[in-house]
């Protein structure tokens, strides 16, 4: 219709009826154009807040992870430091009770929390990452990613490392099956991981003077404090992230 209105014009010579039907078809070409990026911006920003409330639920997941950790961690190399203290003073121990059954059931459990990337990926692949006008923020969040990336690497390399310590644990212990019912082993009520019927004696004092033992004590006690700090460090790396990116999209 436009267009027949302005060969119309253009027949009888009317210029300015021209002019005006061609600035109305800009104007609408422009108009039109400017809805469409509104539109696709709006959708990008609805994107990209859904992508950062995804990265908040995930961050937290992992921060309850880590923490959940701690009193493992802390309880299990309790449990070897009182074993390496009984070595240490050879002193008769019963390892039926408390922490150092907890650390000897313990052992073998993969330590590292679960790690919850797939709203960093997304983002990382959308370049939802503009959104976040804070640099700094940026690079804490890609630079967390990435050491959890390689804390698993190293566990996996650590746990190899744990279970050729082990071996040489194991030999100086004497293995006992009990029932399931966890007091028939003592009065305090402790939490342990499956393999709780699992008992292991050692006599302390035919033992303590096995430095060897002494070292492999240790070890099992350095891997779960190396853990416990681990785990706190990633709590405050967690915790700094979530407050920023609690701040920059206020």
């Not at 990613?145 to 490392?161: H, P, S, V, W, Y």
């Not at 002494?214 to 709590?235: F, H, P, T």
């Amino acid at each position: 219709m436009i267009l027949s209105r302005i060969a119309q014009a253009l027949k009888t010579q009317n210029w300015l009826a021209v002019a005006i039907e061609l600035l109305i078809v800009i104007l609408g070409v422009v108009i039109g154009f400017q809805f469409t990026a509104w539109n696709s911006d709006r959708q990008r920003e609805a994107r990209d807040s859904q992508l950062i409330e995804r990265l908040v639920r995930d961050l937290t997941a992992m921060r309850e992870a880590h923490e959940a950790t701690l009193p493992d961690y802390e309880r299990t190399y309790d449990g070897w430091i009182d074993l390496l203290r009984a070595l240490e003073t050879c002193e008769p121990l019963d390892t039926t009770q408390g922490d150092i059954r907890y650390a000897l059931a313990r052992y073998q459990r993969t330590q590292a929390p679960p790690i919850y990337r797939a709203a960093f990926d997304e983002m990382r692949a959308a370049g939802a990452f503009s959104s976040l006008a804070n640099a700094d923020l940026q690079d804490a969040i890609a630079t967390f990613f990435a050491t959890l990336e390689r804390a698993t690497i190293i566990e996996g390399a650590g746990r190899m490392d744990q279970l050729a310590t082990a071996r040489m644990l194991w030999p100086r212990f004497a293995f006992s099956m009990v029932e399931d019912d966890i007091d028939a082993v003592g009065d305090d009520e402790i939490d342990v991981p499956a393999a709780a019927n699992t008992i292991a004696f050692i006599d302390v004092p035919a033992h303590c003077d096995d430095l060897e033992l002494r070292g492999v004590v240790w070890e099992m006690a350095d891997i779960n404090r190396d853990g416990y700090y681990e785990s706190l460090q990633s709590l405050e790396e967690i915790d700094a992230i979530l407050a920023a990116l609690e701040e920059a999209t206020q």
